[in-house]
């Protein structure tokens, strides 16, 4: 099983600032089998970018994925508001189990 | 537009069943893989089961192997998943999800969840 790790647990910016969210995978993961998702509270998870570079239909070009082998970063380049939430790393890669991380908490500073 | 719509959740006591629901519309269902993933209260995601477009290849947990059966009624356009031998870390919201369709399993649209909570 490929086990997603997540750091940090939580970061606390403000809006304006860059955010750099690490995923960082127990082994290699192909880049097209790693996904990020954004979770508010009260609401279901949206996919953000998959792939691990490629935005989903309708995200901001804020939004930027990247990453290889087993480290995999998601970046908000400037946080709005709405920005501020759970954020998961995702991966399969056609063996079973799909796996996600612990998740991220971007929080308001 | 892209609509899932779980249903079938509650509260039953350990050991007992559930059926939940997944109706979906404004896709071709066929053409998908569809995948049930569940979050307990305060907690990440786990996916729990995955079925693909034609219902030939099914995946599960090993979590809840041999307890929780993943179907889906192309004619009714419909995902099922059916819990037996509930426990009581099994209580979480369950969404169905939808996969995007691109190399990997990655899921574009997702339900809004329904509870399911064991306790006795």
């Known amino acids: 099983e490929i086990v997603l790790t997540q750091s940090p647990g939580t970061l606390s910016l403000s809006p304006g600032e860059r955010a750099t969210l690490s995923c960082r995978a127990s082994q290699s993961v192909s880049s097209s089998y790693l996904a990020w998702y954004q979770q508010k509270p009260g609401q279901a998870p949206r996919l953000l970018i998959y792939g691990a570079s490629s935005r989903a239909t309708g995200i901001p070009d804020r939004f930027s994925g990247s990453g290889s082998g087993t480290d995999f970063t998601l970046t908000i380049s400037r946080l709005e508001p709405e920005d501020f939430a759970v954020y998961y790393c995702?991966?399969?890669?056609?063996?079973?189990?799909?796996?996600f991380g612990g998740g991220t908490k971007v929080e308001i500073k | 537009q892209v609509q899932l719509v779980e249903s079938g959740g509650g509260s039953v006591k350990p050991g007992g069943s559930l059926r939940l629901s997944c109706a979906a519309s404004?896709?071709?269902?066929?053409?998908?893989?569809m995948a049930w993933i569940r979050q307990a209260p305060g907690k990440g995601l786990e996916w729990v089961s995955f079925i693909s477009n034609s219902g030939t290849t099914i995946y599960y947990a090993d979590s809840v192997k041999g307890r929780f059966t993943i179907s889906r009624d192309i004619a009714k356009n419909s995902l099922y998943l059916q819990m037996n031998s509930l426990r009581a870390e099994d209580t979480a919201v369950y969404y169905c999800?939808?996969?995007?369709?691109?190399?990997?399993?990655?899921?574009?649209?997702w339900g809004q969840g329904t509870l399911v909570t064991v306790s006795s």
């Open positions: 999800a939808r996969d995007i369709v691109a190399p990997g399993l990655f899921f574009d649209n």
């Open positions: 995702q991966q399969y890669g056609g063996s079973p189990p799909l796996t």
């Open positions: 404004g896709f071709t269902f066929s053409d998908y893989y």
